[in-house]
């Protein structure tokens, strides 16, 4: 990704966009300042003087004219402002990054600005606010069944912290690796004030398996990775969920004939991609895994949010008509690696849409030799039961394949994904645990 804002624009459309890890530093900056006065312009929708203090690859990637389709795209999901809040800042490598929070009619948004050493915006992220609430653990987690630890793994210069959950009762232990949706989440898979990793984890090892979880490449390295115009799926998940999958396998006190993996979304869709590229996986759970083109889904989605729009009487933002044009582009058979960026959905490089042309999960699925649990909420408005669909009618032969829908449940398996008290229904947890102990 050429910039920031690419990656943040297809989290917003897939809705998962998630809290940042990094380390809090001085709020007095002249990058405050800056930011403060750069959210007031698109506040007050001056998107040409916004853009004016985009670096080269910013001004590419997010002219004035995108700046403000995406600006009306998050209002169309929040609502209209009701004030912008303080700032915090924290630095990462060399950006100076600042956290501007802003109050909407339905969430509150930190408005991530990254700054280079000239001042220039070099990143745009738009996430929920970090949390107001203190998070507690759900009904169904005990912790004194289990104990935390935290570690580092991963990747040559692509190390990535995490926190493992580890029951206090036996020997070895059945383990899970969790693989996060699109965007830059958390370790937590952090939504608002709702956790729905923490939640999975806390209360599988309250049941006796050891749990794995951790921040992902796109948070933690997030600007380094953002300035490569040339990334796929396996550099924004495979590579790390492999690496994993070794880590967790190696310890003593997991049972290596009993690790399975947990993938969300796109973690969900990327699963058959991962369980190929291993042997020592036993099985894979995917909740909410996109089985159609990324594409495809991002269409459906911006058509709904349109029709939104329109139904409410207000101008709607989205340019169907250029989203189509950028799909079909997306689908030809003339596009390459050199295909401006600019010139795609979302601002999302050419070697990621190259990447997932002709991959269809639930079809890879069917030659993975491991068996699968399959769950979804069937009122998830980001990936559907169209979705869910295609899983069970591809492994509808694999006797060892299970799925399973939820009637009131969304796209983080709680009932209101609005509810800041939310949690992951605990018969989603009891059913993962079953299936686990089984297998």
Not at 73 to 88: C, E, M, T
Request: glycine share 8%; charged share 20%.
């Amino acid at each position: 990704m050429g910039s920031v804002i690419r990656r943040s624009a297809l989290a917003i459309a897939l809705l998962t966009l998630l809290t940042p890890w990094l380390t809090a530093q001085d709020a007095e900056s002249p990058a405050v300042g800056a930011a403060e006065k750069f959210v007031g312009q698109l506040i007050e929708e001056d998107f040409t003087t916004a853009a004016s203090g985009f670096d080269s690859t910013m001004t590419a990637a997010m002219p004035a004219a995108t700046l403000e389709e995406t600006w009306r795209s998050i209002l169309l999901q929040v609502g209209d402002v009701k004030k912008q809040g303080g700032a915090r800042t924290e630095t990462h490598g060399q950006y100076q990054v600042v956290f501007v929070r802003v109050e909407f009619e339905f969430a509150a948004l930190d408005i991530r600005v990254a700054y280079d050493p000239d001042l220039k915006v070099a990143g745009l992220f738009f996430q929920p606010a970090k949390a107001e609430v203190e998070w507690s653990p759900a009904a169904y987690a005990d912790p004194s069944a289990y104990a935390t630890e935290k570690f580092t793994f991963g990747v040559e210069g692509w190390k990535l912290p995490g926190t493992l959950y580890v029951p206090t009762t036996g020997e070895t232990h059945p383990a899970v690796i969790l693989v996060h949706g699109s965007g830059p989440n958390d370790r937590d898979e952090t939504v608002g004030d709702i956790k729905p990793f923490r939640d999975l984890a806390t209360g599988l090892a309250s049941q006796g398996i050891l749990v794995m979880t951790y921040d992902k490449r796109t948070l933690v390295h997030g600007e380094r990775f953002a300035s490569s115009d040339r990334y796929t799926l396996d550099e924004e998940t495979v590579e790390d969920a492999l690496s994993a999958i070794e880590f967790v396998a190696a310890r003593p006190d997991v049972d290596r004939d009993r690790v399975f993996m947990i993938g969300h979304s796109l973690g969900g869709m990327a699963a058959p991609r991962i369980a190929s590229r291993t042997d020592q996986l036993a099985g894979l759970v995917v909740l909410a895994g996109a089985a159609r083109p990324l594409e495809d889904i991002l269409l459906e989605q911006l058509t709904f949010q349109d029709s939104l729009a329109t139904a409410g009487g207000v101008e709607s933002p989205i340019n169907l008509g250029e989203l189509t044009s950028q799909i079909e582009r997306v689908k030809s058979s003339e596009l390459t690696d050199s295909t401006p960026t600019a010139s795609l959905p979302l601002g999302v490089c050419a070697s990621y849409w190259l990447d997932l042309r002709g991959y269809a999960p639930a079809s890879v699925a069917i030659g993975c030799k491991v068996p699968m649990l399959i769950l979804q909420g069937e009122n998830d408005l980001q990936v559907s039961m169209v979705d869910f669909e295609i899983w069970n009618d591809k492994l509808t032969d694999r006797k060892d394949v299970t799925c399973k829908s939820y009637p009131k449940l969304g796209h983080l398996f709680t009932i209101d994904n609005a509810d800041s008290s939310a949690h992951v229904e605990g018969v989603v947890v009891a059913d993962i645990a079953d299936w686990i102990s089984t297998h």
